[in-house]
């Protein structure tokens, strides 16, 4: 049986599957949670049709908004996107499913499905649904696990660029875990010299877990990944790799040339960072002192706000509790579907949290599939 009250907004990224569900009556999130797709070694479409499907078995909702970016993964992004919107089409009874377009209106598969082209990284719009909800004008940077994405609202609404933000600039392949640092520099420094990188070595994951071991565990927390899977000692052999650099043994000789490369690394993606926030301002002739930068993502901690801190920045969290500004994507397709089925508008600040859903996924909301 379905349970016609409740919103369910599905983020679909091409390592994790958040969700939330909402009760509008009660003005309660009555489920959460991370689906690591990372995990599966299938085919990512299948995986990805795998998680909706076990999601919706749990929460049973009638309406879904799903917004997406896993599909940039892929050779043909849009062709990979019409086959999922045609696949929700057939393979689910009794649900009715929703994407959000560029300018942030609601608008049903059936209908995305023949403009899938124009629907690209629609979890942009998830952002960006809440962001005109939060501040008047401001720009919004949101780091997640693979990618980074700049989003400026001016007057309420959803200023982009250019439909194309990862040539644009304003969506770099930059995140907190899963990204590998030879994509973004092709240096780095050992024992006095600076090298070429090797492929095939460290990731994003592996700078933060030499830097700041217990911050990066709580982000792995919050999207259910397991910290055991991330030794730092492997995280020294992967820093060791990328420098062609083996030393026989961990010592601190080897430990300390590993944290110099770590910093070395970190100062460069703040460096990125900094330059796509000057590119919008820039593009956008918006004045630093008075527009906030507001910082989301689970990489708000580990580098955004650090990384920004010349400028007027405020944090997500001010403006959203936990688990809402984690799932900062699912929860604003949540609220746009609320508002096109039921034309209700929610303030965001009275939205709360069901008690026994927190503890059922003990803060951290992940599912197994």
Known sequence: MKNKNLMLGLDIGSANLKYIALDPNKKEVTH??????????????KKTVAG??????????????????FEIVEKKPIHILEMFYETLLTEFDNTIFYTLTRDCNVIDIYNAQKRASDLIASAVQGVAYIGTHIVDNGVLINMNSASTVVIPILKNRYQSISGYKFSSGEARWIGALYTPVETFTDSGVINGHITKLAPYGAHTVDVFNILDKSRLEEILGLYGVNKTLYPQEDSLYKIFHSLAYYPKNINKTSINQAKIFSLYIYHKLQDIIREMIFQIFSFLNLDPEEIPIITCGIGKDLILKNGLRNFNVHDISSYLSFPLWVYVEAFGSALALLEKIENKHINIAEVTINEESIKKNQGSGTVQF
């Open 32 to 45: 959460f949670g991370c689906v690591p797709l990372w995990s599966k070694r299938i085919n990512l479409l």
């Open 52 to 69: 909706v499907k076990h999601i919706i078995e749990i929460i049973k909702p009638e309406y879904v908004n799903i917004v997406s970016s």
